[in-house]
């Protein structure tokens, strides 16, 4: 286990709920942790009594979505004075994948939560490309909703020997990531024909 | 032309992702399969797994690792507050709130030594409550 990885969970181990709650925040509005894995333990955690499924599960969903919200907000405020005249005006792919988020937002949303790397990418060309917030918002309850829930169960299911499946939730995201990426390429390969 | 040269690239990245999907595929059926044989997770030691929630008897000590608090560690094995404080010579106030990482670093030990220490204190535990 990664040293990252291993201060990340003595933290969460300390400061129970409202480092669990930190940790999701922060990652949901900028720095990609390796949440996936984390919620395995908190899930395991709750099998041997230490945690909660309930509250674990409530403080994870309400802190990856006020992350969200968050993030949204500045972006939508900043993104343009820091970004446009710099970068998006001299870059034709950056305007295009605006276009690509503005008129998928709900679909996109939803998906990006299930992709850690994606989540806070996804957060900020909503922000910026001030997409509605209403279907950012709902995009984001569902998405979260589904996606917080699994890691917690699989940890809650193979208790104290999480560990051992660690690598195996690593796999899977990379393989949901790579699937993604793939299928957003072949929409644009079949798009442009 | 250029539109042509642009969707022939497209391709080879589309072709390219298909190979890392497939490698990725193949690494988590050697992943699962990994798992089986070093960790013994086949089907009857994962019921063994799932009943192990609660408190871990204290042969299962190759569990403990340098992340674990202290007060987890005596969640884990139900062993009382002070057992590990008095067994180990612990006298850090954060205590049971401290990682095992961070009383190595306080104490200035390598941290296998400590955690063969905590493990050999776990283990001893169930000698020390028969007798």
């Known amino acids: ?193 | 032309m250029n539109d042509k040269k642009n969707k022939r690239i497209l391709m080879m990245i589309i072709v390219f992702m298909i190979l890392v999907l497939l490698l990725l595929c193949g690494a988590l059926v050697f992943g699962v399969r990994h798992a089986n044989k070093t960790h013994q997770t086949t089907f009857s030691n994962f019921l063994a797994a799932r009943r192990a929630r609660g408190i871990l008897p204290v042969t299962e000590d190759d569990l403990v690792r340098s992340w674990m608090t202290f007060d987890y560690i005596n969640q884990l094995f139900g062993l009382p507050q002070n057992y590990l404080k008095s067994a180990l010579s612990i006298s850090d106030t954060r205590y049971p709130k401290l990682s095992l990482s961070e009383f190595e670093e306080s104490v200035s030990t390598t941290s296998a030594a400590f955690i063969q220490n905590v493990r050999e204190a776990i283990s001893s535990y169930s000698t020390t409550t028969s007798q």
């Open chain 1, 1 to 193: 286990m990664n040293f990252f990885l291993s201060s990340l969970l003595s933290f969460l181990l300390v400061y129970k709920y409202p480092a669990l709650f930190i940790i999701v925040f922060v990652s949901a509005v900028a720095i990609p942790f390796p949440i996936d894995t984390m919620l395995v333990a908190v899930g395991a955690f709750a099998s041997q009594g230490y945690f909660s499924v309930t509250v674990s599960y409530f403080a994870a969903f309400l802190a990856n979505v006020l992350g969200d919200i968050t993030s949204y907000v500045i972006w939508k405020r900043y993104g343009r004075s820091i970004i446009r005249e710099k970068y998006a005006k001299k870059y034709r792919f950056f305007g295009q994948l605006e276009q690509y988020v503005k008129s998928h937002t709900g679909p996109t949303v939803f998906a990006s939560r299930f992709v850690g790397i994606f989540g806070p990418i996804v957060n900020f060309l909503c922000g910026y490309g001030r997409v509605r917030f209403e279907i950012f918002i709902l995009g984001s309850i569902s998405g979260n909703a589904i996606d917080t829930v699994w890691p917690i169960v699989l940890g809650y299911i193979v208790g104290s020997y999480w560990e051992n499946f660690s690598s195996v939730v690593d796999i899977c995201s990379a393989i949901i990531a790579v699937l993604a990426i793939t299928g957003a390429l072949v929409r644009i390969y079949f798009q442009k024909k």
